[in-house]
Nanobody
Framework: QVQLVESGGGLVQPGGSLRLSCAAS????????MSWYRQAPGKERELVAT???????NYADSVKGRFTISRDNAKNTVYLQMNSLKPEDTAVYYC?????????WGQGTQVTVSS
């Protein structure tokens, strides 16, 4: 069993920054790839960024150059640093991993970008 708990969301003005955290617990190891997804109202959930066990990263085109995903294996925590935020980044952000062929999601954290 794996538990994922996100934190760090909130309200920020356009051009601002936020850092999301996802703390993993349970039978998870540093060998798991970790991802951030987001879902805006009325839209499908989309992949934002992934970091592999070897720290290779991948990003959606819409966030390249603005968002940075990283992990601290000692703390079993994944981060999403979000800079130059835009109103279209407004969404609920979810942490995700797959472990032993099971999908695990966090509860989500709301990010709202508005003036």
């Amino acid at each position: 069993q794996v538990q994922l708990v996100e934190s760090g969301g909130g309200l920020v003005q356009p051009g601002g920054s936020l850092r999301l955290s996802c703390a993993a617990s349970g039978s998870i190891s540093s060998g798991n790839a970790m991802s951030w997804y987001r879902q805006a109202p009325g839209k499908e959930r989309e992949l934002v960024a992934t970091v592999t066990s070897g720290a290779t990263t991948n990003y959606a085109d819409s966030v390249k150059g603005r968002f940075t995903i990283s992990r601290d294996n000692a703390k079993n925590t994944v981060y999403l640093q979000m800079n130059s935020l835009k109103p279209e980044d407004t969404a609920v952000y979810y942490c995700y991993t797959m472990h032993r062929f099971h999908n695990y999601w966090g509860q989500g954290t709301q990010v709202t970008v508005s003036s």
